[in-house]
Nanobody, 120 residues
């Protein structure tokens, strides 16, 4: 069974870097042709795609967040990491990691989500 679990600090100060890790079990993050995504939900708003890292290690980012986003992976630990720099209170929200199936065009597995608050 595929499972994803987010981990990281729940509180980040403005201007600092938010760092979250998604630990994957039940499958390898190098398995073709899946993408491993970060998605967030700000309070009172809809889901926002942040970016993904593909099975081959290639990242892709939302244009609106590209300048502040980095997604990397550690295949030995079967996990991938989000770093979002220069955060502001507008980056507050629930952050999810998810597997993107490009064949079925759906996110078929999700983590439970983790609340991140940006505040001094």
């Amino acid at each position: 069974q595929v499972q994803l679990q987010e981990s990281g600090p729940g509180l980040v100060k403005p201007s600092q870097t938010l760092s979250l890790t998604c630990i994957v079990s039940g499958t390898s993050i190098t398995t073709s042709y899946y993408y491993w995504s970060w998605i967030r939900k700000p309070p009172g708003k809809g889901l926002e795609w942040i970016g993904h890292i593909a099975y081959n290690g290639n990242p892709n980012y939302s244009p609106s967040l590209r300048s502040r986003t980095s997604i990397s992976r550690d295949t030995s630990k079967n996990q991938f990491t989000l770093q979002l720099s220069s955060v502001t209170p507008e980056d507050t929200g629930v952050y999810y990691c998810a597997r993107d199936d490009p064949v079925d065009l759906q996110y078929d597995y999700w983590g439970q989500g983790t609340q991140v608050t940006v505040s001094s």
